[in-house]
């Protein structure tokens, strides 16, 4: 079966950095998102990963290894508006999206 | 409108009961989805679309139907409702199926099926 694990809630404080992980067993792979979704809301787009390496976008990075089935979103800075569940979503071999369950990142003062 | 609307936002239903909800957008895209969105789960698909006068199957399509009659509109019909189809409800669109086009979603119908 086709499988994406986060972990389900992380804590960090305000100002400092946090890297969100995610593995995936999916039946191929043709790229990999990132959303942020607050709560009460519907997700919003961050990243698009699809080859190997770090790709920065201001105070949000994502990274990606294929051979590993493994991509981190990695969060410098941290608000108190960065509160919020991220999500990880593969492309598999027919192109459908396979979502995660989603971290629930909570920042402290 | 600018982007994707939903409605209702949100609703309580007795069982057994029709429910049509809808969902529109105004970027001209191609592709329409419909998910769903549970706690401790990932966002499940229920049904898409291609392009308009098309539709298909995802995850989780018994229980709803759907229709794709023009490019802005696919709303999503439970039949005869159940309390396991208590969820929020996302609408999303691409500009073209799968592939690596992002999708946008709209914000969101929170349904109670009692």
């Known amino acids: 079966g086709q499988n994406i694990d986060q972990p389900t809630e992380m804590t960090a404080t305000e100002g400092a950095i946090v890297q969100i992980n995610c593995t995936y067993q999916?039946?191929?792979?043709?790229?990999l998102f990132w959303y942020q979704q607050h709560a009460g809301e519907a997700p919003t787009f961050l990243s698009y990963n699809v080859l190997d390496g770090l790709e920065e976008k201001g105070r949000f990075s994502s990274f990606l290894s294929r051979s590993k089935g493994y991509s981190y979103l990695l969060l410098k800075e941290l608000q108190m508006k960065d509160s919020a569940s991220y999500l990880c979503a593969v492309i598999d071999s027919n192109y459908q999206l396979i979502w995660g369950a989603g971290t629930k990142l909570i920042i402290k003062p | 409108i600018a982007g994707i609307t939903q409605a209702p936002t949100s609703q309580i239903l007795a069982a057994g009961r029709r429910m049509t909800l809808r969902c529109t957008q105004d970027m001209r895209h191609n592709a329409m989805y419909w998910y769903r969105q549970d706690l401790g789960l990932g966002l499940r698909l229920i049904h898409y679309s291609n392009t308009a006068g098309t539709t298909g199957k995802g995850e989780v399509p018994d229980g709803y139907s759907v229709s794709r009659a023009n490019t802005d509109d696919f709303p999503l019909t439970l039949a005869s409702a159940v309390p396991s189809q208590t969820s929020v409800y996302f609408c999303a669109s691409s500009l073209v199926k799968g592939g690596t086009d992002t999708q946008y979603f709209g914000p969101g119908t929170r349904l109670t099926v009692l």
């Open positions: 999916t039946s191929g792979f043709n790229g």
